[in-house]
């Protein structure tokens, strides 16, 4: 009868899945769903700072997001909000040809005829990027919270960075999970962390 030797038999999911339930093991202390809830709804002045003002990264903050992720982000719910003409857009005037850039760095159409120019290539990225950053903080929708864990402070931070929903007070840090119906360790973004935790155990393939 063979011997199953479970550290061999198991494929690189399940050891990625293993790695990351020792990580929430040691990082994510408990379900607070309940608790961070009724915090929430109330009124109580003493009870201020759990309020939905205070969770961090409830709303997207596109501050240091670079130009292309702000306009993906923009293209997959709204309008793009009128922009200035970029290479490759369609000519304003003729739109018959594509923008290119000129030797000194001039948007300009290719068709002699027309006589389009407009500033430069980086004026009209930098006025732009102002421009779909207003649109974002302006329409971002909140994250939609479905579980509260209180998690460690280490944890917070990294939370943190990758913009996920908390809330903190004087001692302790509640992570809003916005996903929910699935085991912490199959969260992408938790797995992420995992990996820094276990870097030699982590399977590459
Ligand atoms: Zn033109």
Redo the contacts with the bound molecule.
């Keep these: 009868m063979p011997t199953l030797t479970p550290s061999l038999n198991m494929n690189a999911e399940s050891t990625r899945q293993r790695l990351t339930g020792l990580f929430v093991q040691s990082e994510v202390l408990k379900c607070h769903s309940y608790l961070m809830d009724a915090l929430l709804k109330s009124e109580d002045p003493a009870l201020s700072a759990y309020s939905y003002d205070s969770i961090q990264n409830l709303y997207p903050d596109p501050s240091s997001w670079p130009y292309t992720d702000c306009l993906s982000y923009i293209d997959e719910r709204w309008d793009r909000p009128d922009l200035e003409p970029m290479p490759g857009d369609s000519?304003p005037?003729?739109?018959?040809?594509q923008l290119a850039t000129n030797a000194q760095g001039g948007i300009i159409?290719p068709?002699s005829s027309?006589?389009?120019t407009s500033s430069d290539e980086d004026t009209n990225e930098e006025s732009n990027h102002e421009a779909l950053m207003g649109c974002i903080r302006e329409l971002g929708e909140p994250q939609e919270i479905y579980e509260w864990w209180l998690v460690t402070s280490w944890l917070a931070s990294k939370l943190d960075e990758q913009g996920e929903p908390l809330l903190t007070d004087d001692e302790s840090h509640w992570w809003g999970r916005t996903c929910t119906g699935q085991a912490i360790c199959l969260d992408y973004n938790i797995q992420a962390l995992a990996r820094l935790r276990y870097p030699e155990d982590w399977p590459t393939k």
Excluded: E
């Excluded at 005037?93 to 040809?97: G, Q």
């Design positions: 000519c005037d003729c739109s018959s040809h159409c068709s027309c006589g389009f």
